[in-house]
């Protein structure tokens, strides 16, 4: 149980452009949901935690315009990197909190995006 | 204010050879400490939630404890395949918990065979 997945697990996108990222809560229903990038040899930062029905609390210094998140669904949470740049590219994971296991939250496999 | 440091940043361990890792933690209020266990390229995959002072886990060749002020995650007689980024994160209680993870910078086992 406990299975989290991530839709693409790899792109590769053009400056510019728009890339979408789908969380999915493969066995349970998640209302909350949290976004995470990754740079080289390091730890996780957080970006944002996404709720189910409600706009998403970012972390400071996270551009809300940019990174796009809506959670529609107990099951579903997408990150949107609009006009992706060089400098958006990394290992974008999510996480997802099963309210049937107290406070551990489950990661899904990542999603490396590059922009070229 | 809440931080996690981990120790050592990185190990190298012989195969067979014990070792422990350190998560220190200061939080206020903590609501549980979390241990991950991070692959090359790939997402955190969840080990063991602590939370409670001389609290134990054990999973395979791996036991994570907790005191008040830290973590220890033992490895018995490792192999090669326990190679990989150890993370440890708390989560604050109380009610301005949101539920976000403060996670340690980790540290990466290296097991020779």
């Known amino acids: 149980g406990a299975v989290v997945s991530q839709h693409p697990s790899r792109v590769i996108c053009k400056s510019g452009t728009s890339v979408k990222i789908e969380c999915r809560s493969l066995?349970?229903?998640?209302?909350?949901m949290f976004w995470y990038r990754q740079f080289p040899k390091k730890s996780l930062m957080l970006m944002a935690t996404?709720?189910?029905?409600?706009?998403?609390?970012?972390e400071q210094g996270v551009e809300k315009d940019k990174f796009l998140i809506n959670h529609a669904s107990l099951t579903l949470s997408t990150l949107t990197v609009t006009s992706a740049h060089p400098e958006d590219s990394s290992f974008y994971i999510c996480?997802?909190?099963?309210?049937?296991?107290?406070?551990?939250?489950?990661f899904g496999p990542g999603t490396r995006l590059t922009v070229t | 204010e809440d931080q996690v440091t981990q120790s050592p940043e990185a190990l190298r361990l012989q195969e067979g050879e014990s070792s422990s890792l350190n998560c220190s933690y200061t939080?206020?209020?903590?609501?549980?400490l979390f241990w991950y266990r991070q692959d090359p390229g790939k997402g955190p995959e969840f080990l063991f939630t602590?939370?409670?002072a001389g609290e134990e886990k054990e999973k395979e060749r791996l036991k994570a404890t907790l005191t008040k002020k830290e973590s220890f995650l033992h490895i018995t007689a490792p192999k090669p395949e326990d190679s990989a980024t150890y993370l440890c994160?708390?989560?604050?209680?109380?009610?301005?918990?949101?539920?976000?993870?403060?996670f340690g910078q980790g540290t990466t086992l290296q097991v020779k065979p």
């Open positions: 066995d349970f229903q998640a209302t909350t």
């Open positions: 994160a708390v989560l604050r209680g109380g009610s301005s918990n949101t539920g976000k993870l403060i």
């Open positions: 996404s709720n189910e029905g409600s706009k998403a609390t970012y």
């Open positions: 996480s997802a909190r099963d309210p049937r296991r107290a406070y551990e939250q489950y």
């Open positions: 939080v206020s209020g903590l609501r549980g």
């Open positions: 602590l939370y409670s």
